[in-house]
């Protein structure tokens, strides 16, 4: 199992980024989904997650109202639509695979990780 994460990049407070994360296999659509993130000097904290069928989707408090996760099992990918991005949303992003169909909120829930993407949010 690969995941492949991109989109990241440099953008202004207030702006709008949309990473996406690429699964490779057959069971994508078996497991529940979700993105994590990981500024300088700090531990690694949870974003949002989905379900296998992205019908449940769970969100940090700091991203709520803010950041929307989707997927299509079609095409095996997961989103994260990230808007009125502010400058504390800097880190490396990283999409990863749950154990189960759920979704789940701790590290250790996860078993594939992708390599990450940057985003920079200036003021």
């Known amino acids: 199992v690969q995941l492949q994460a991109s989109g990241g990049g440099l953008v202004q407070a207030g702006g709008s980024l949309r990473l996406s994360c690429a699964g490779s296999?057959?069971?994508?659509?078996?497991?529940?989904m979700g993105w994590f993130r990981q500024a300088p000097g700090k531990e690694r904290e949870f974003v949002a997650a989905t379900s296998r069928s992205g019908g449940s989707t769970r969100y940090a408090d700091s991203v709520k109202g803010r950041f929307t996760i989707s997927r299509d099992n079609a095409k095996n990918t997961v989103y994260l639509q990230m808007n009125s991005l502010k400058p504390e949303d800097t880190a490396v992003y990283y999409c990863a695979r749950g154990y189960g169909g759920s979704y789940y909120f701790r590290t250790y829930e996860y078993d594939y990780w992708g390599q990450g993407t940057l985003v920079t949010v200036s003021s």
């Open positions: 296999g057959r069971t994508f659509s078996s497991h529940g």
